[in-house]
């Protein structure tokens, strides 16, 4: 029989809610292990088979970002993610890191309620036993992630080295980062700021909203093309929350177009997503530059719009 194994996760720095420890393993484990009920893990924390930072844990510590979690599974479950023969589009690549252009409707990882055709299950494949270790079995090489339905540029990290390099740029914004938007509206400057903190949403858990006593998020914008009801813009993040771009935005009036989560307005439902033409919503992450972790030599990446994105601009020229 098989021997238990200690598993590490280590809670994203960009983490946006205190959550429990119990619901927070559940919602990254339980749906990928079948064996990882809640029950069962609220059992192995008791048993003291669950540390935080290397400390006892009670299921009902609550969690706010950069802590590491350390759980001894049972020998019964299993810890493989499979490697799946998924397309991606590799924009660079060498022995320490690999970076590619995801398409928007790809997961970055698996996590609750999906298993396969993320781009880790793809990069399982590609770059099999070679990626880092450092965000746990279900993230291995993730340094930061895309949402879904967002196209673009991320760097991946193949050891443990390149990653605490990669993440540690991240975190003290030295890393640059630069999105293209299509809005539904036109914001009243035409370029600007938005400090606004965000934290999860008090009423719908799986949305994040203004709030005062969210986390700080700053969000630098210039509009670099306007129509009669939309914009172009160009979003340069100063921080990384979940939905930071998405939230701002619309927190001027002027949501992302296809936007099916924070955009109330003509273009965000899943039907006017498919009258556009687009495959997710209108957002792309066009622009990443770092250090290389080993050489430190400046590197910097660009992912050209995907094409139902500029199709729509082009539409859009000719008077949609």
Not at 193 to 213: E, N, Q, W, Y
Request: proline share 5%; aromatic share 4%; charged share 25%.
């Amino acid at each position: 029989m098989d021997e238990e194994r200690r598993l590490e996760i280590e809670v994203p720095e960009e983490f946006e809610e205190s959550c429990r420890l119990d619901q927070y393993l559940t919602a990254e484990l339980a749906l990928q292990f079948e064996f990882l009920t809640r029950t069962r893990i609220q059992k192995l924390i008791a048993a003291g088979k669950v540390s935080v930072n290397e400390k006892p844990a009670k299921a009902g510590a609550k969690l706010r970002g950069g802590e590491v979690i350390a759980i001894t599974v049972p020998a019964d479950v299993r810890l493989e993610i499979k490697a799946e023969d998924i397309p991606l589009e590799i924009i660079f690549e060498d022995s320490d890191l690999v970076v590619v252009n995801k398409p928007a409707g790809m997961v970055t990882h698996p996590g609750a309620g999906v298993q396969q055709g993320t781009l880790v299950n793809a990069l399982m494949y590609h770059c099999g036993a070679s990626l880092s270790g450092i965000s746990g079995v279900l993230r291995p090489g993730i340094v930061h992630r895309l949402d879904k339905d967002t196209s673009g540029v991320l760097v991946v990290a193949k050891n443990d080295r390149a990653h605490q390099s990669l993440a540690k740029q991240i975190k003290d914004k030295d890393a640059g980062r630069k999105y293209r938007a299509l809005l539904e509206g036109i914001p009243e400057q035409m370029q600007g700021s938005v400090d606004k903190p965000i934290g999860r949403h008090p009423v719908d858990r799986k949305k994040m909203a203004i709030l005062t006593d969210g986390r700080v998020a700053k969000t630098h914008f210039s509009v670099l093309r306007h129509w009669h009801k939309f914009c172009l813009v160009e979003a340069v993040l100063e921080t990384g929350r979940t939905h930071q771009i998405r939230v701002h935005m619309a927190s001027l009036g002027c949501p992302v177009v296809g936007d099916i989560v924070y955009n109330n307005r003509a273009t965000g439902t899943p039907e006017a997503r498919r009258r556009l033409g687009l495959k997710g919503h209108a957002l792309h992450a066009a622009y990443l530059s770092f250090l290389h972790p080993i050489t430190a030599v400046l590197l910097e990446f660009e992912a050209s719009l995907p094409p139902d994105f500029n199709q729509l601009l082009e539409r859009l020229d000719a008077g949609l």
